[in-house]
């Protein structure tokens, strides 16, 4: 993608999704990071399914570490490798009461210290919950980087490097939000929905899907 593509190719996507935000559902601060936390290999949708129900009981570390580890993993059952997830998600919770106060830091170093957190949770809680303007590169991240042109890399550290140096300022703090869901319901793996891409235009991907 060239350099003079990426203002436009970010503008087109504010103007149809001016305030973006993560598909997870939560209310504070660490049932995002509990949400984030078990959505590793998981659908948002799925993570929400059982975070309604655990989120009402168990919304601070302290209540969820008085669930204790067969009481939390009978509210997360349903979500992939719910056993390790469950697991460290208790660690977590036992590291926030005695390190943290119970609340969740701020911090990069502080977070990646939490069992089950690693850089791309860490960086969608920075920039969810502290407006940082960190990318967070899943697979759709990576894979619209990538096709596009817009950051080719690698790996996800490469992709997420080259993201940080072209992406421009004013959109900073919502690209990743804007790239994981173009690559969730448009430029999809299999697939790509080039018909119904608004910006497509910008795109390097060729030859570019026909419709159906």
Same mark, same amino acid.
């Given at each position: 993608?060239?350099?003079?593509?990426?203002?436009?190719?970010?503008?087109?996507?504010?103007?149809?999704?001016?305030?973006?935000?993560?598909?997870?559902?939560?209310?504070?601060?660490?049932?995002?990071?509990?949400?984030?936390?078990?959505?590793? /290999?998981?659908?948002? !949708? &799925?993570?929400?399914? =059982?975070?309604?129900? @655990?989120?009402?009981?168990? #919304?601070? +570390?302290?209540?969820?570490?008085?669930?204790?580890?067969?009481?939390?993993?009978?509210?997360?059952?349903?979500?992939?490798?719910?056993?390790?997830?469950?697991?460290?998600?208790?660690?977590?919770?036992?590291?926030?009461?005695?390190?943290?106060?119970?609340?969740?830091?701020?911090?990069?170093?502080?977070?990646? /210290?939490?069992?089950? !957190? &690693?850089?791309?949770? =860490?960086?969608?809680? @920075?920039?969810?919950?502290? #407006?940082? +303007?960190?990318?967070?590169?899943?697979?759709?991240?990576?894979?619209?980087s990538n096709r596009?042109?817009?950051?080719?890399?690698?790996?996800?550290?490469?992709?997420?490097?080259?993201?940080?140096?072209?992406?421009?300022?004013?959109?900073?703090?919502?690209?990743?939000?804007?790239?994981?869901?173009?690559?969730?319901?448009?430029?999809?793996?299999?697939?790509?929905?080039?018909?119904?891409c608004a910006?497509?235009?910008?795109?390097?991907?060729?030859?570019?899907?026909?419709?159906?």
């Amino acid at each position: 993608m060239k350099k003079s593509d990426i203002a436009p190719f970010f503008a087109t996507l504010k103007a149809a999704n001016p305030q973006p935000n993560t598909e997870l559902e939560y209310t504070t601060v660490f049932e995002l990071l509990a949400a984030v936390l078990l959505s590793a /290999q998981a659908t948002d !949708v &799925g993570v929400n399914k =059982a975070t309604r129900r @655990l989120f009402p009981v168990a #919304g601070t +570390p302290q209540a969820m570490l008085d669930l204790g580890l067969e009481g939390l993993e009978g509210y997360i059952k349903t979500i992939g490798l719910y056993p390790t997830k469950a697991r460290n998600l208790l660690a977590t919770c036992r590291i926030l009461v005695e390190q943290h106060g119970g609340q969740v830091p701020r911090t990069r170093e502080a977070l990646e /210290q939490l069992p089950g !957190v &690693g850089r791309k949770t =860490a960086n969608v809680v @920075l920039n969810v919950a502290f #407006g940082q +303007p960190t990318m967070a590169v899943d697979t759709h991240i990576f894979r619209v980087s990538n096709r596009t042109g817009l950051a080719p890399g690698r790996n996800p550290m490469e992709v997420e490097q080259r993201l940080l140096q072209r992406v421009p300022q004013e959109y900073l703090v919502d690209a990743h939000h804007w790239l994981i869901l173009l690559g969730r319901y448009v430029c999809q793996a299999r697939k790509p929905r080039c018909w119904e891409c608004a910006v497509a235009p910008y795109c390097d991907y060729q030859p570019k899907t026909p419709a159906p």
